[in-house]
T-cell receptor, first 115, second 113 residues
């Protein structure tokens, strides 16, 4: 069974500083990997995804993530955060079986931005 | 931009009552999903649905739960006899194929009293 670990429950970053959110996954085959963002009271918005190919993927809002198979990691990065980036971030792994994809989510990292 | 919609945004019910949560997936999508998020916890998979039948379900999705696509646009989750522990945010999602990104709706917050 697949699983996702997000070791940081809460991260505080100054506006304009760089950001890295950690994600480690466990899955027996090549994973499909996702980062979603959830603002308070809102649904889940896809930031970026990795299916195959280039291990550095670009997403929306200036985010990027790097897939490292040797470390079973898919860390999310942003070079300079904005106050509007304050939200909950979820890493997820997709298990495609029988043409169906069930997402398993991590516990999330809450990002706080300080001036 | 097409989006997944869910109604109602918030539902309050008494324990033991039946509830139906409604979702309208993106129109050309073929795969549909329900997830739930208990307050302060992670998002959990409940069930996936394709070609008018359940593809996969989690251990959470017991006999009290059912899903249906009653017409060409709606996708519903029914809980027959709600329990206090069913209180959560329920998210509907859809995808064009089984190997594609899932688009999530804004969620329905279910409160069971």
């Amino acid at each position: 069974a697949q699983s996702v670990t997000q070791p940081d429950i809460h991260i505080t970053v100054s506006e304009g500083a760089s950001l890295e959110l950690r994600c480690n996954y466990s899955y027996g085959a090549t994973p499909y990997l996702f980062w979603y963002v959830q603002s308070p009271g809102q649904g889940l918005q896809l930031l970026l995804k990795y299916f195959s190919g280039d291990t550095l993927v670009q997403g929306i809002k200036g985010f990027e993530a790097e897939f490292k198979r040797s470390q079973s990691s898919f860390n999310l990065r942003k070079p300079s955060v904005h106050w509007s980036d304050a939200a909950e971030y979820f890493c997820a792994v997709g298990a495609a079986r029988f043409g169906n994809e069930k997402l398993t989510f991590g516990t999330g990292t809450r990002l706080t931005i300080i001036p | 931009e097409p989006e997944v919609t869910q109604t109602p945004s918030h539902q309050v019910t008494q324990m033991g009552q039946e509830v139906i949560l409604r979702c309208v997936p993106i129109s050309n999508h073929l795969y549909f999903y329900w997830y739930r998020q208990i307050l302060g916890q992670k998002v959990e998979f409940l069930v996936s649905f394709y070609n008018n039948e359940i593809s996969e379900k989690s251990e959470i999705f017991d006999d009290q739960f059912s899903v249906e696509r009653p017409d060409g646009s709606n996708f519903t989750l029914k809980i027959r006899s709600t329990k206090l522990e069913d209180s959560a945010m329920y998210f509907c999602a859809s995808s064009e194929s089984g190997f594609d990104e899932q688009f999530f709706g804004p969620g329905t917050r279910l409160t069971v009293l």
